[in-house]
């Protein structure tokens, strides 16, 4: 097998090719950066490299094959970043323009986790400013595009670390999710995307939008790649108040129990209207296929989901207003040139940092939190959150599993959506309910639509159930053949 065709293999099938020493990490590794130089031009997928720093890694790793040593399962696996986690003496610039020259003093604790592990990051991938979008075209720098179609967009606000996957650019990543930041992108570019229960990884040097909502997650090509990448970076972290202080379980280990008598949720509310006649009928079949797997299905509501995108963009954008606070021109990041006082200095950095989505969120989370507005917006959007829990908590006294379409819609034309925010904001509709009730979820490829574009069937499991969620999305990807195609970028 050629490195070309190599870099198109999961990451299991390419530590198969390490150990059998067909090829060699460094080697892997620089097939990586030609294809970024070759493809990323068209792609933009990349914010920046840090070349030296993986070829480091891959040395590491070729010596300790070489010496017949015990590897972790994905050491020497190639990895995109998202460009909000801090990596050390690397630019972590958010895709803002108020970041642009940040150099991070600092690894967070999901690096520190992928250096143990012995994993070559290869640089810094683009996403939507400060996460905030659905399709990564409110990055300050760049747009980036679906590797299936270059006209459309990959999703947000983890496109990068979703483009850098599925076009061959990386073998697995690392993204954020919000309100579906992972879910969405690895629906519209055909891979798979995983949100873990809020708490199970580490939030410490992940630049914070909405602090009781983002939860840091993988990217990759299989069930079995995402299981072996939560499993590196999961644990507790003294550095995060809300990361949970609980054994990690072997995930890839619990990918082969059988799901006969398994009962999976299929959620009412999202398969009706507004929902694309092409992504209807994937999710039926899909459906159709865990009954021939022998799992038994049942219908489940969730009445309160309609209300979600109300609430999160009350709780998002407040968390959002009071996070971003802290750049103001004074520590780091931009600052504006020659202000006249230090008034003019906060207003005017801001003002230049920040991008039209970014002020726009600070605005209406600003104004939600302020006096006389709190308690008619905030407070009751916390209350709300509550019950969306507790409808999830009676769904899962019914089911094992809650299956859903991730969006209801497939990728769409970059700048289609870009001056229309709330339409924007409704391709989330499937995936923010469960950053609201701090549950898993995953998004895996289950079809595509008449024009060839990627299709995501959601799994939804209860808090800490990923061992459940892993093993019931592993044998519908098993029993299926939409993981095998792939893009052609060329």
């Known amino acids: 097998m050629s490195i070309k065709e190599l870099l198109k293999k999961t990451a299991t099938e390419q530590k198969k090719a390490l150990l059998n020493k067909e090829v060699s990490a460094v080697e892997l590794v620089n097939a990586e950066y030609e294809r970024i130089e070759a493809v990323d031009e068209k792609l933009g997928a990349f914010n920046s490299l840090c070349k030296e720093q993986a070829l480091e890694t891959a040395k590491e ?17 190639p990895l995109a970043l998202k460009d909000n986690i801090n990596l050390k003496d690397t630019k972590t610039t958010a ?65 990068g670390s979703a483009a850098s ?34 708490g199970r990884v580490s939030r410490y040097g ?18 079995e790649d995402a299981a072996l990448l939560l499993e590196a970076i999961s644990g507790h972290d003294t550095h995060d108040s809300t990361s949970l202080n609980m054994p990690v ?67 998002a954008t407040a968390e959002a207003s009071s996070n971003l606070a802290r750049f103001d021109g004074v520590k780091y990041g931009h600052r504006t040139k020659d202000p006249k006082n230090l008034l003019e200095m906060y207003t005017k950095t801001r003002a230049e940092g920040f991008g039209d989505e970014v002020k726009r969120r600070i605005m209406l989370g600003t104004y939600a939190l302020s006096a006389g507005y709190y308690d008619a917006y905030y407070k009751k959007a916390q209350q709300i959150r509550r019950l969306i829990k507790e409808d999830f908590d009676r769904a899962f006294e019914k089911a094992d599993i809650l299956i859903s379409p991730t969006c209801p819609n497939t990728a769409f034309e970059i700048g289609s959506k870009i001056s229309d925010p709330l339409s924007m904001y409704l391709t989330d509709i499937g995936t923010i309910s469960a950053n609201l009730a701090g549950i898993p979820g995953m998004s895996l490829p289950c079809g595509y639509d008449s ?40």
């Open 61 to 77: 790793v070729d010596k300790k094959i070489a010496n017949n040593e015990e590897l972790p399962p994905l050491a020497g696996i």
């Open 95 to 159: 895709s803002s323009k108020i970041l642009e020259n940040f150099v991070s003093p600092y690894d967070a604790t999901v690096v520190k986790k992928l250096k143990e592990n012995m994993i070559p990051i290869l640089g810094k991938v683009n996403l939507d400013e400060f996460a905030m979008g659905s399709s990564t075209e409110n990055s300050a720098f760049k747009i980036t595009r679906n590797p299936w179609d270059l006209n459309k967009v990959p999703g947000g606000s983890s496109g």
């Open 165 to 198: 996957v599925a076009g061959f650019e990386a073998t697995i990543s690392l993204g954020s999710d919000t309100g579906g930041s992972i879910r969405l992108p690895a629906s519209f570019c055909g891979i798979v995307g995983m949100k873990p229960t809020y």
């Open 206 to 223: 992940l630049i914070a939008f909405a602090s009781s909502l983002d939860q840091i997650g993988p990217f990759a090509r299989s069930v």
């Open 249 to 315: 379980p072997a995930f890839s280990k619990a990918l082969t129990k059988d799901i006969k008598g398994s009962r999976v949720g299929v959620i009412k509310e999202l398969l009706g209207d507004g929902v694309s006649a092409d992504v209807k009928k994937a999710v039926e079949a899909a459906i159709q296929k865990y009954k021939d797997l022998g799992a038994e299905i049942v219908e489940v509501s969730l009445p309160l989901l309609e209300h979600s995108i109300g609430v999160y963009y009350i709780l």
């Open 451 to 490: 024009d060839g574009m990627p299709i995501g069937l959601q799994i939804l499991a209860p808090a800490l159930a990923e061992e459940k969620l892993f093993n019931m999305a592993y044998n519908f990807e098993q029993a299926t053949e939409f993981h095998k195609k792939q893009p052609d970028l060329n």
